[in-house]
């Protein structure tokens, strides 16, 4: 609903002769936008692609034929690039960070095979040198700079 100047609701607006249906989100050129403002829906909406393109090459990115070194190239390819697509755009908050960081970690300890028991004797940082990628904040810093 939109508010016009005189604060009454609107589910519709004139434009010349056609009527267009007032919506609180929408996806434009593969980004979600809301009336809301910020990224909340772009960033949850790039993670289920991301998620989506991960279980795609779950064989591949978990295949023991495969070294982590190459691996990580290949999630980086195609993962982050799913999830970060348009990025330079995106007012991130740290909830949002927050969001896209706990998502990354996840795939990657599935990538290097990580047992939930495990998980407290092995950090990111290593995980990440194992696969020969970067920290995501410096990835974004990276994108955003540029």
């Not at 996806?27 to 809301?34: A, F, N, P, R, T």
């Not at 989506?52 to 495969?66: I, Q």
């Not at 690039?81 to 991130?92: G, K, N, Q, R, V």
Request: hydrophobic fraction near 40%.
């Amino acid at each position: 609903m939109a508010h016009p100047l005189d604060g009454r609701l609107q589910s519709d607006v004139q434009v010349s002769l056609d009527k267009l249906e007032v919506v609180g989100s929408f996806c434009y050129l593969g980004d979600m936008l809301s009336t809301a403002g910020g990224c909340d829906l772009a960033t949850t909406m790039h993670v289920k692609t991301a998620w989506k393109k991960f279980k795609e090459l779950l064989p591949v990115l978990t295949s023991c034929h495969l070294l982590h070194k190459t691996r990580g190239p290949v999630y980086n390819t195609y993962v982050w690039s799913a999830t970060f697509h348009a990025s330079e755009t995106w007012a991130l908050t740290k909830p949002n960070l927050h969001h896209l960081l706990r998502n990354d970690r996840a795939m990657v300890r599935q990538i290097c095979n990580i047992k939930p028991k495990d998980m407290a004797t092995v950090g990111s940082i290593e995980l990440l040198g194992q696969l020969g990628i970067d920290d995501l904040d410096l990835i974004l810093r990276k994108r955003r700079l540029h």
